[in-house]
């Protein structure tokens, strides 16, 4: 059981990167999802997540990022546009059966983590 993510790697300032995130050993359509980002120094925070009933986007990346799912390839993506260097950090996906997810809202008791994928924004 594990979660995969790739699509990692160093982009120039308003460029664009799909993160992907590949779940076996369970079927994903069943879970709340999520992305999470993490700098050096700094705690893990929400960027976007997705349940059945809600989607949530962090405030410094709406309008940039959209989170989606394909349940026939089992992955959830997370595209990444118009990227800034404080986009900068390692990506982990998430994948959690217990969830509260609306738009001002992310909580995932979560049970899955990917094993994070490097971001780099470059201005």
């Known amino acids: 059981v594990q979660l995969q993510a790739s699509g990692g790697g160093s982009v120039q300032a308003g460029g664009s990167l799909t993160l992907s995130c590949v779940a076996s050993g369970f079927t994903l359509d069943k879970y709340g999802v999520g992305w999470f980002r993490q700098t050096p120094g700094k705690e893990r925070e929400a960027v976007s997540c997705?349940?059945?009933?809600?989607?949530y986007y962090a405030d410094s990346v709406k309008g940039r990022f959209t989170i989606s799912r394909d349940n026939a390839k089992n992955t959830v993506y997370l595209q990444m546009n118009n990227l800034k260097s404080d986009d900068t950090a390692v990506y982990y996906c998430t994948a959690s059966l217990s969830s509260i997810v609306a738009a001002n809202m992310c909580l995932l008791d979560s049970v899955y983590w990917g094993q994070g994928t490097l971001v780099t924004v470059s201005s």
């Open positions: 997705a349940s059945g009933v809600g989607v």
